[in-house]
């Protein structure tokens, strides 16, 4: 029988909880302790390491001298990072026998950084992917271990990809580490998919304002990529915000140039509102004053 690999997992939030729950359940692994977030508002995972006998270590510096010293003392064979907020450094990263590795929700070289399942709705994408890889001193830029791809459709917004990115995300951990304990991965250099690859920011207030200068497959993507429980779409009318939760692209919308941002006409469900190359429907809305026919957002 093959010895348990031993884990350090550094982690927080629901990304992080299905994943233990595979794992605690296969006696391939040994969690030996648990790190979160600084800042974390997620205790789940300091209820399990209770319930399971789990070492909980926190708050603590990952890269400090202290931490270094005090987690040689679990001899970990591997680090394991699932939706944590500390950037390892070279010190850390090679501390367990065979170094530290990331769930990222991301096609890697593609959708590195911050805030991906958003920029993947706003660019269109017909595809998300995740991706577990190892950890260097880049960011995402790691040699990849098991990346799969998951469809986008145009029913989806930002809670539905982001349910499923739960689920899938502590599937696809679960199986990297299945290879890694049996010596049946593979590394795939990312520069062996695209020599450049490309960073996302993380989307910060004010980013969540609608340019009604935009075709209307933008609009309706942007505010499906911020629908709840993300920010919410926004606009200004007289001074007020106005929040968009959902919009609905119009079968053979004809193009042509008028007022943008301009309320049209009123629907059953909500507003007819021009975008710069023909007009979408707004619903689910919150607003602070009374919307009405003939009213132009700003742009």
Partial sequence: MMNKLKIGYFADGPWSHQAFELLIKDQSFDIRFIVPRVNTRDNTLQIYAAKYRIDYLFPVKINSDSFIENVKKYDCDL????SFDQIFRKKTIDLPKMGTINCHAGKLPFYRGRNILNWAIINDEKVFGITVHFVDEGIDTGDIILQRSFPIIDDDDYGTLLEKAYKECAIILYDALKELHNGTF????????????FYCGKREPGDELI????????????????????????????SSIVKINKSRLIP??????????QILSKTENGFLVKTIDSFIEIFDIESEIKLKVGDRFEL
């Fill in 252 to 261: 053979d919308a004809p193009k042509y140039i008028n007022r943008a941002g």
């Fill in 186 to 197: 593979q590394r795939i250099n990312q520069t062996s998919i695209h020599p450049v690859g």
């Fill in 79 to 82: 680090f394991v990072s699932m």
């Fill in 211 to 238: 340019n009604w200068n935009s075709t209307s497959r933008n609009i309706f993507n942007f505010i499906r990529a911020l629908a709840k429980p993300g920010p919410i779409a926004s606009t200004h009318l007289k």
